[in-house]
């Protein structure tokens, strides 16, 4: 991944391991890759989260993706 793409738009969706317990139905949009990750990182501070990312390019970071950034 560019360094650049780090400061472009991405959006995140957190889904529910629980399917009873949906967040909100639309992803939430940032300004950046950046805070999407720190974002995403809060999520995962609950197991039955599964934060996803979307980046302004179409790639798509999986939890395990993200939890490899975050190591």
Request: aromatic share 8%; proline share 8%.
């Amino acid at each position: 991944m560019e360094v650049e793409a780090l400061d472009r738009p991405a959006a995140l969706k957190v889904w529910h391991a629980v399917a009873e317990r949906f967040l909100p139905a639309e992803p939430e949009r940032f300004a950046s890759l950046r805070e999407a990750i720190a974002a995403a990182a809060a999520a995962l501070v609950e197991p039955e989260r599964q934060p996803w990312i979307v980046t302004e390019d179409g790639d798509l970071m999986s939890p395990n993706w993200i939890r490899s950034r975050l190591n």
